[in-house]
């Protein structure tokens, strides 16, 4: 269990993710290094590895990619508390920003600025998740255990981009497998020690 955070550290926790969420454009995958920056490298609330597992779990878990991950954080720093003020500070920026701009939809989809200044966006979405892919990968392909998470990968990228394969049932049988390969030296020690 999470031990509870004096009220600086509350308020900390709550205006980190609410930077987090209203400097993110692009989706879930390119609030990731921003997290791992803030929460790993900046407070060392968290380590590389939890920040790994909270990804894959944020990823794996039906909703919005940065609220599940900032949900994880928050409970992992301060149990249920800290995670209702990190989804306050996750999910009021985007919520700010739709309402303002929903005022001024036709204004804002007929200008050709604002046109520019997305695709101009997009390239830089693009870049932070190639950032994301090489960090990701580079704490996944550990020296010795780097065989079985390679090849993983490769497939899954193939069933997904080529195959057109559900990325769920990706997820799933990538689990499944992670899976087997923890089980699959306990039982083997067990019939070890049942034969001595």
């Known amino acids: 269990m999470a031990e509870p955070l004096e009220k600086p550290r509350y308020r900390a926790l709550f205006w980190s993710t609410f930077r987090l969420s209203a400097c993110t454009f692009g989706g879930g995958y390119v609030i990731v290094p921003l997290m791992r920056k803030t929460f790993v490298e900046k407070l060392h609330w968290i380590d590389e590895g939890e920040m790994m ?10 909703g919005a990619m940065a609220v599940n991950a900032s949900i994880l954080v ?11 003020v990190t989804v306050g500070g996750t ?11 929903s005022l001024f939809y036709q204004a804002f989809r007929a200008n050709p600025i604002v046109n520019l200044a997305m695709t101009g966006m997009l390239a830089g979405v693009a870049a932070v998740l190639c950032d994301v892919v090489y ?11 780097w065989v079985l998470p390679a090849v993983l990968m490769v497939l899954s990228f193939l069933a997904v981009a ?14 499944g497998v992670g899976a087997v390969q923890l089980l699959a030296p306990r039982r ?8 001595l």
């Open 188 to 195: 083997k020690g067990k019939r070890g020690g049942q034969q």
């Open 91 to 101: 999910v009021l920026p985007p919520l700010i920003i739709i309402s303002v701009i």
């Open 74 to 84: 928050g409970y992992r720093m301060a149990g249920v508390p800290g995670a209702l």
């Open 135 to 145: 960090t990701m990968a580079r704490s996944v392909l550990r020296p010795g255990k």
């Open 162 to 175: 080529v195959g057109g394969w559900n990325p769920i049932l990706v997820l799933l049988l990538c689990g």
């Open 53 to 62: 597992d909270f990804t894959a779990i944020a990823q794996s878990t039906p």
